[in-house]
């Protein structure tokens, strides 16, 4: 009896070792919380968004050196840039700071998306509208404000934009160089120690001539350019927020391909005289579509007095792929106008427009998409198109 006894209290014994070691190892892997990854957002026009693959190297790059607990974000979608990479963003082809802010639309973004640092390279199409220096920057206060009432804590880089000459601006220069001059003082006067400003110097370095594709948006160079002056203060303010895991990757310098070449003119206000509207011409190498096998969803994002900003997603639903579109509508007034666009090359015929692909995007595969847009002009109205083709088939809207 005695042995059968201290038998049984051994065992009980071992048995409540184990129990509380148990307890002991697995309780704090119960209570600890997988930390949240960084948001960030990046926040710009088509320079950022259309397609903005200086986005997708600084991914890579980031992800390369040990930041992969981070989450890039915003409302629009990703665009092809021949590399994976955290595409979405807060970039919106043709928009001007001053309009964001009069329209009120980075309250409803920020709440979507809850960013802890924001990159902004914002200013372009103010610049190229002759709005004033000293205008853009009581704009960009306005979204710096309402950056902080959505966080009190955001981490906020504001680029020096990069070199702007397009052809038939000619103040377009010396306007980015007014604007550039005057953003480190006022990054200064409104910067906190909670809520940090910090101004990104783009411009040094970067050449118009040989980095754009058209004096205004990034060639290959110029987006390397851009992601790497990026790089450096972005990671000291991810720095404060997280600890980068150690890698033996090499920093990627892989070129996005396809290499885009978006082209765009700033949404009006006070627009520069507008370029001729070049005549129509038709893809020689799209090939036919067959059936109902195409898809376009046609937004107009921004409206004013007079003018107008459209995004344009076209979807082949067909079984094959079109190696060349063209996509084709007809406005319903007379007085509706497409200025320049981006992502294609546009042409009006009286109401008839088309668009026709790029070299990186004139191929679609069978349930592809890709995304074009323009800045137009109207009269007294401006009513939707009513039916949309691409290679001469007619295609669904949605």
Known sequence: MRVGARYLIACTLIVLSGAILLYQTSSPQKVQAATPATKIMPLGDSITGSPGCWRALLWNNLQNTGYTNINFVGTQPPQGCG????????????????????????????????????LMHLGTNDVWSNIATNTILAAYSTLVDQMRANNPHMKILVAQIIPMNPSGCSYCAQGVIALDAAIPAWASSKTTAQSPIIAVDQWTGFVDSTDTVDGVHPNDAGNQKMAARWYPPLTAQ??????????????????????????????????????????????????????????????????????????????????????????????????????????????????????????????LAAGASTAIGFNGTFGSSNPLPTSFTLNGVSCTKG
Do not use: R
């Not at 595409?87 to 309009?99: I, K």
């Not at 007379?334 to 042409?347: H, I, K, P």
């Open 83 to 118: 590399i994976p990479y955290d595409g979405d963003n807060e970039g919106h082809g043709g928009a001007l700071a001053t309009n964001i802010v009069s329209l009120n639309e980075l309250p409803g973004w920020l709440s979507a998306t809850n960013p802890d640092i924001v």
């Open 238 to 363: 991810l720095n404060t927020l997280m600890t980068p895991v150690p890698s033996t990757a090499t920093p990627t310098g892989t070129t996005p391909t396809p290499s885009p070449t978006p082209i765009m003119t700033p949404t009006p206000g006070k627009t520069p005289t507008p370029s001729p509207t070049p005549t129509m011409t038709p893809s020689p190498t799209s090939t036919p579509a067959s059936g109902n096998a195409c898809k376009v969803a046609y937004t107009i994002q921004n409206q004013w007095p007079g003018g107008f900003t459209t995004n344009v997603t076209l979807t082949n639903t067909g079984s094959t792929a079109l190696n060349g579109w063209t996509f084709a509508f007809t406005f319903p007034t007379t007085s509706q106008q497409v200025g320049q666009g981006w992502s294609a090359t546009w042409a009006q015929a009286g109401q008839q427009v088309t668009a026709t692909g790029l070299a990186w995007n004139s191929s």
